[in-house]
């Protein structure tokens, strides 16, 4: 599948050293200004070649809108936009065309479709992640509408949390050819009760499919997540109260703003984990496609840390899931909410 969602929907093409990537997106609600230097500045975020802490690959990652917007404005109809690919340097794969590179999707790639496009990983790569935070903008828009926000942190690498440590420690890596992996935390802000359901498409699990669906990204949990194993039910139990207006809350938050695959109101609170990139710089034991032995020696440009650049991924990723469920849901007396 290319497609992500069910009435706001992505569908996503390209691959990393073709002559561009793009997506269409459809559902996008008509009447809603496009506001391009928003859209920019989402993709400056995510885009390569702006830190030493990243790939020096230098992309200006500039959309092209090519329908689905009239006057700036949505029309409602599919929004079809291209990113044109203009730093490839394929040359860099050569000496990967006929070998799998450890923990890659060379393997299966071939396994699968019996081809596969060795230039940077071809569709494989995150360099298509461009494209989903364009679509992540867009449903940021359609938010921004009804006040809600999603916003993401890198909140740890490695064993640090610090900011200043964590990037010590990206640069240490990358100095010894190495890489190392990291956790982006994220929260939804003014989404309202009731969206998702009670048990084949819970809000939580649609969440972590979006999160897991990214490169790399190896790790999922909500709330108090893995932590919550260390308390008991009395320490872990979200109490409801009400608030000096009168509205229903609760005291604490460990339900990470999901009560039974339903959002209940409060902020919307997770995690992602991203394993280190695969691609390092130091020399590697691998084998052919032919099964035989061989020494791995990486070229290109990569990232050492891929959590650094997967902050505006999830956040793409997690408006879009948000927009999807606002669309589809509706109360007992069939009101959107």
């Known amino acids: 599948m290319n497609t992500f969602g069910t009435l706001f929907r992505l569908t996503t093409f390209g691959e990393?050293?073709?002559p561009a990537i793009g997506g269409v997106v459809d559902g996008m609600p008509a009447g809603i200004t496009l506001d391009l230097d928003f859209?920019?500045?989402?993709?400056?975020?995510?885009?390569?070649?702006?830190s030493d802490l990243t790939t020096s690959r230098n992309e200006p990652d500039t959309p092209e809108f090519l329908s689905g917007v009239l006057d700036g404005v949505t029309t409602g109809?599919?929004?079809?936009?291209?990113?044109?690919?203009?730093?490839?340097?394929?040359?860099?794969?050569?000496?990967?065309?006929?070998?799998?590179?450890?923990?890659?999707?060379?393997?299966?790639?071939d396994i699968k479709y019996g081809i596969r496009d060795h230039r940077g990983g071809g569709r494989s790569s995150a360099r298509e992640t461009a494209v989903r935070v364009v679509g992540g903008a867009l449903a940021k828009?359609?938010?921004?509408?009804?006040?809600?926000?999603?916003?993401?942190?890198?909140?740890?690498?490695?064993?640090?949390?610090?900011?200043?440590?964590?990037?010590?420690?990206?640069?240490?890596?990358?100095?010894?050819?190495?890489?190392?992996?990291?956790?982006?935390?994220c929260v939804v802000k003014g989404c309202p009760a009731g969206l998702g359901e009670p048990v084949y498409d819970k809000l939580h699990a649609a969440l972590g499919g979006a999160?897991?669906?990214?490169?790399?990204?190896?790790?999922?949990?909500?709330?108090?997540?893995?932590?919550?194993?260390?308390?008991?039910?009395?320490?872990?139990?979200?109490?409801?109260?009400?608030?000096e207006k009168g509205n229903i809350t609760t005291l604490t938050n460990f339900s990470g703003g999901i009560q039974g695959g339903?959002?209940?109101?409060?902020?919307?609170?997770?995690?992602?984990?991203?394993?280190?990139?695969?691609?390092?710089?130091?020399?590697?034991?691998?084998?052919?496609?032919?099964?035989?032995?061989t020494t791995l020696r990486a070229t290109g440009r990569h990232d050492p840390c891929v959590?650094?650049?997967?902050?505006?991924?999830?956040?793409?990723?997690?408006?879009?899931?948000?927009?999807d469920f606002l669309l589809l849901s509706t109360n007992n007396r069939g009101n959107i909410l």
């Open 77 to 109: 109809t599919p929004i079809g936009f291209i990113i044109r690919n203009r730093d490839q340097r394929s040359a860099d794969y050569d000496s990967l065309k006929d070998l799998y590179r450890p923990s890659h999707a060379d393997y299966t790639y």
């Open 307 to 323: 959590a650094l650049r997967a902050v505006p991924v999830v956040e793409a990723m997690a408006a879009m899931t948000i927009a």
């Open 141 to 185: 828009l359609f938010l921004r509408e009804r006040n809600i926000t999603v916003s993401a942190r890198l909140s740890q690498v490695g064993d640090e949390t610090e900011p200043a440590r964590m990037e010590e420690l990206i640069r240490t890596v990358k100095s010894e050819g190495d890489s190392i992996g990291g956790i982006v935390s």
């Open 39 to 50: 859209i920019l500045s989402e993709l400056q975020r995510r885009r390569p070649g702006k």
């Open 16 to 18: 990393s050293h073709g």
């Open 211 to 243: 999160m897991l669906g990214i490169n790399a990204c190896h790790g999922f949990d909500y709330g108090a997540g893995f932590e919550g194993v260390g308390m008991k039910g009395s320490e872990q139990n979200d109490v409801f109260t009400t608030d």
């Open 262 to 293: 339903i959002s209940n109101g409060q902020d919307i609170c997770f995690r992602a984990l991203f394993k280190p990139t695969a691609t390092i710089m130091k020399e590697q034991r691998s084998i052919t496609q032919n099964g035989a032995p």
